[in-house]
């Protein structure tokens, strides 16, 4: 016997059986966006995906579970939160209408961007909101810039981050700059930057339907402390509703007499006779 070969194969093996560390991933490498206050020059890269456009729109749950879920539908799979608001909907009660339009998926953008002094780090995405993609349209729309990603001759862009009270995060506003410029004056460089991008959809974590749809439940009767069912109050007008989300989550399918379900029999009984994979 092999003592040596043994006590190494020993070693191998308890070794194999000791917890790795994962490598944490730094994700400033693959998300940017303003730190702190202050005004920041970035430079929108034409998009692997896309050369046509630099632009990604991605519908994003909020509100759901603890932190913004990326809509199943954005893989063009079906998603258990927006059948639930089609079938919300189906209903003539207004609860159950209000309770759809804050279920609804909200529309952020990405796109691939260069920041300025921080090229080293390569492309990352930049999301920001409707509002500002609307504006960074109408300035590609503009014949006094057009294509403002082109490589040899777009523009650089300024971002400026303003604190406003009482609010998390900042609130952005871009321009941009005067003079068409370069993206890169080294050609291979812009090269590597057009073929080294980070994929959003392949960054974000994917829900499986199930799992959304326990987030979507375990949304639904947060603050609930009892198997009542889940019916809503008189239907009241839309003027001067005051209500949180939390309140507009009592929600109904029923109509008015019929006898009362258990909680999760009347979420599961949304979603009958419809082939949806429950």
Avoid: C
């Avoid at 609860?95 to 339009?101: D, T």
């Avoid at 370069?182 to 980070?198: F, G, I, M």
């Amino acid at each position: 016997m092999d003592l040596n070969a043994i006590k190494n194969r020993l070693e191998s093996l308890n070794q194999d059986n000791k917890p790795k560390n994962k490598e944490k991933k730094d994700y400033t490498l693959v998300y940017w966006k303003p730190r702190q206050e202050g005004k920041y020059q970035i430079r929108f890269v034409p998009s692997k995906l896309n050369k046509n456009n630099p632009f990604q729109e991605v519908f994003m749950h909020y509100g759901v579970g603890k932190y913004p879920i990326v809509a199943l539908t954005n893989w063009g799979e079906n998603d258990p939160v927006v059948d639930f608001t089609k079938k919300l909907r189906a209903t003539s009660d207004s609860e159950n209408w209000r309770l759809a339009k804050k279920l609804d998926p909200k529309m952020r953008v990405f796109a691939p961007v260069i920041v300025r002094g921080e090229e080293e780090k390569g492309v990352r995405l930049f999301e920001f909101s409707k509002t500002l993609y609307l504006e960074l349209l109408s300035v590609a729309d503009d014949e006094d810039y057009g294509d403002f990603t082109d490589v040899s001759e777009g523009f650089d862009f300024v971002v400026t981050a303003t604190k406003v009270q009482d609010r998390p995060g900042f609130q952005l506003g871009l321009r941009p700059k005067p003079k068409q410029t370069q993206l890169s004056e080294d050609a291979s460089q812009v090269e590597t930057w057009l073929e080294n991008q980070p994929v959003l959809l392949e960054e974000r974590y994917k829900y499986t339907y199930d799992k959304l749809k326990e987030e979507l439940q375990n949304f639904l009767t947060e603050d609930v402390n009892n198997e009542d069912s889940i019916v809503s109050e008189p239907a009241a007008e839309f003027d001067g509703d005051t209500k949180t989300v939390k309140e507009e989550s009592k929600f109904s399918l029923s109509t008015q007499g019929a006898p009362k379900k258990a909680k999760s029999e009347e979420f599961d009984s949304l979603f009958e006779d419809d082939g949806l994979p429950f």
